[in-house]
């Protein structure tokens, strides 16, 4: 028995021990519960007291004066709300609302949506549970009982102003963050469009050198066939074989210079012309096409009936439904040969083929006048006559497409 309660007399006293530490527990939280907030937190912080009376700053002002915060009054829900949203003045942080105004509810949901870093504090005269619920559901971080008296308000109040802090810092933290994504925003849209503009710019540097290498190539494909030509006649069928080649069906004709302003028909091709008004249609175009190109340099395009009329005048029936390619071939400003190319109009010439006759233009000029330097190497050049005066006629016939050369 005596064993029993000696261990009973320990179990109450290692119960007492555990109670004691529990109420130590309580006390040590209690101590902090009730730590004073620095008054440096609140420096900058400022009170707006919304009341009809002047009950409500007499029990907030002892502890507002305490912790150094400005107090500001005013009579109205709709005179506070107009202090909120002035610009001009300091910015409220906390705001003590006497909840006997008539639209103290109304007031309270609307500070919550459009002001939610301001803390409210609701003060009743005579506090009850459904009170505190509806200040809490309107947005409301606390309830102060009037009867209470100051020193109950002070709890209350410095809690709020914490969480205005708090709020506070959190909204400078977001605009700030938000000023940086703004910032950021913008240097990407700069960057963005900068880095467009360079893939636009390698895209057009690209374009420009394919542009230079297609004509290397058509310069140096070009200028391989013609090179080892030493009479006019063979260079001029290499010529118009390279520009059918590339041009697909069509006709050509290449007008030499006669004597003064005349052209006679060096060499053609015959795509689509009858054969019995060939001879005459290119007689023609010698007599009044070849001689307005003589003094026109480049390939000058005519797609259109209008435009080959403006061209031609009354002479455009010669031509009728055919879009026109004519260039001149010069060398030290004399004209040494004018080709022309014609077809249905329903089958323009592209682009390509007139990039093509301007890069071998200037090749085709050179070995004409190395030509002609070679077979009059022995006379003045002023008696080298024209290129037409050669004696010998050539006539080939390629299939349906006829590539004459004539003197």
Request: aromatic share 4%; proline share 5%; hydrophobic share 40%.
């Amino acid at each position: 028995m005596e064993g029993e309660i000696e261990s009973m007399g320990m179990t109450r006293r290692n119960n007492n021990s555990e109670e004691g530490g529990r109420r130590n527990r309580v006390r040590a939280r209690a101590s902090q519960s009730i730590e004073p907030i620095p008054a440096e937190r609140h420096a900058s912080a400022r009170a707006l007291v919304v009341s009809e009376t002047d009950a409500t700053a007499m029990l907030v002002g002892p502890t507002l004066g305490e912790l150094e915060i400005p107090m500001e009054c005013e009579c109205g829900t709709s005179e506070a709300l107009v202090r909120i949203d002035s610009n001009d003045r300091p910015r409220i942080d906390l705001i003590l609302l006497d909840n006997s105004i008539h639209d103290a509810d109304e007031f309270a949901k609307q500070l919550s949506l459009d002001h939610p870093s301001i803390a409210l504090v609701v003060i009743s005269q005579n506090a009850t549970l459904d009170e505190a619920v509806d200040a809490m559901r309107a947005g409301a971080v606390d309830l102060i009982n009037a009867a209470d008296g100051p020193d109950n308000a002070r709890p209350a109040i410095h809690a709020a102003l914490e969480r205005a802090r708090i709020a506070k810092h959190r909204e400078d933290r977001t605009e700030r963050l938000r000023t940086v994504c703004r910032k950021l925003n913008s240097a990407r849209h700069e960057v963005t469009n900068q880095v467009s503009d360079m893939c636009n710019d390698l895209v057009d540097a690209y374009r420009e050198l394919s542009g230079e290498i297609d004509k290397l190539s058509v310069s140096g494909e070009f200028n391989g066939i013609i090179r080892q030509e030493l009479e006019i006649e063979s260079l001029l069928r290499v010529v118009l074989e390279f520009i059918l080649a590339k041009s697909g069906p069509t006709n050509a004709a290449v007008f030499l210079p006669a004597s003064g302003s005349e052209y006679s028909l060096g060499a053609y091709v015959n795509a689509d012309i009858p054969k019995s008004s060939v001879d005459s249609l290119l007689d023609h175009l010698a007599e009044v096409l070849a001689p307005r190109f003589e003094n026109r340099p480049g390939v000058h395009q005519y797609d259109t009936r209008r435009e080959v009329h403006r061209l031609m005048g009354a002479d455009a029936h010669w031509l009728p439904d055919q879009t026109l390619l004519a260039f001149p071939c010069h060398h030290d400003d004399e004209c040494l040969a004018i080709v022309t190319l014609f077809r249905d109009d329903h089958e323009p010439f592209n682009s390509e083929i007139v990039q093509i006759l301007e890069t071998i233009s200037g090749l085709f000029s050179r070995q004409l006048a190395r030509i002609i330097h070679v077979h009059h190497r022995h006379l003045p050049k002023h008696k080298w006559g024209a290129l037409g005066d050669e004696p010998d006629n050539y006539d080939f016939d390629d299939g349906p497409d006829d590539i004459d050369l004539a003197a």
